[in-house]
């Protein structure tokens, strides 16, 4: 590796372009609200299915597997750029907490199944995993746009 | 001028612009770095290749709205050379800045 030297001037500058440059990272990747609609609905359908037998659970996996890979397609189309849900940063915790919700929600989904719950109670748990999963997308992109500088 | 190590790899601002979006994204494509850096598709290439030969950026090819397109992402020693370069340039101004109130 080759090495250079620098005056704290050049530094600095370089520094403040590095800045600007994140700047733009965060602009060009602001989520519109469907976009985080579209991730609660992948999380709410993966949970639905846990609430139905097994060929239920199938069918929404797949669908939910299949809205992802619309959205991932999308993403690379309309920002130029990926950027891993489980990157190192500020959106981490929220990635972590995110995860710790949607496993509870499972857990309750699974139970509820197994004790025979009323028709509408996977539909609820759906409902929430939803509304979990769009705040903690919304979430998301507030902790990178603030960690990028904007 | 006060001497202190840097990556010469990462010292042309565009190639700093480049890193940035590595270090930052996953991946990124080759239009998204032009936009971002503000060069013509030769000096990018030139960067990229620069980079790639330094151990840095692993190039990819995928299609995407039926064209190939060319994404970069940082390899781990290119990650790793990135973190450093940055603490290098935050210890210059940082000592600089020490200097100043000194006197």
Redesign the interface.
């Known amino acids: 590796m080759s090495r250079e030297t620098m005056s704290p001037a050049e530094a600095r500058a370089a520094l403040e372009s590095i800045g600007a440059t994140r700047a733009r990272i965060a602009a060009v990747g602001v989520c519109p609200p469907w976009r985080h609609a579209a991730f609660g609905a992948v999380m709410g359908l993966l949970i639905l299915g846990l609430g139905f037998p097994l060929g239920v659970q199938v069918a929404c996996l797949c669908v939910a597997m299949g809205l992802m890979v619309v959205i991932v397609v999308h993403d690379r189309q309309r920002y130029g750029m990926f950027i891993n849900g489980y990157r190192k940063g500020a959106t981490r915790p929220v990635t972590a907490l995110l995860l710790v919700a949607m496993m509870a929600l499972m857990f309750v989904q699974i139970r509820l199944r197994e004790q025979g719950a009323d028709d509408w109670a996977p539909f609820a748990v759906a409902g929430a995993a939803f509304l979990v999963a769009v705040a903690g997308s919304v979430l998301w992109s507030r902790a990178f746009r603030r960690e990028m500088g904007l | 001028?006060?001497?202190?190590?840097?990556?010469?790899?990462l010292?042309a601002?565009a190639r700093?612009?480049i890193a940035?979006?590595l270090a930052?994204?996953?991946?990124?494509?080759f239009?998204?770095l032009r936009?971002?850096t503000g060069v013509s598709d030769s000096v990018l290439s030139k960067h990229l290749s620069a980079l790639v030969e330094?151990g840095y950026v692993r190039l990819t090819k995928s299609a995407?709205?039926g064209r190939q397109r060319t994404w970069a992402s940082f390899t781990r020693p290119g990650r790793k050379?990135f973190a450093a370069h940055?603490r290098?340039?935050?210890a210059?101004?940082a000592?600089?800045e020490q200097a100043i109130a000194a006197e």
């Open positions: 001028m006060i001497p202190i190590t840097l990556d010469a790899q010292h601002p700093l612009q940035t979006v930052n994204t996953q991946s990124a494509e239009s998204r936009e971002i330094a995407l709205d050379a940055m290098g340039l935050q210059l101004v000592s600089a």
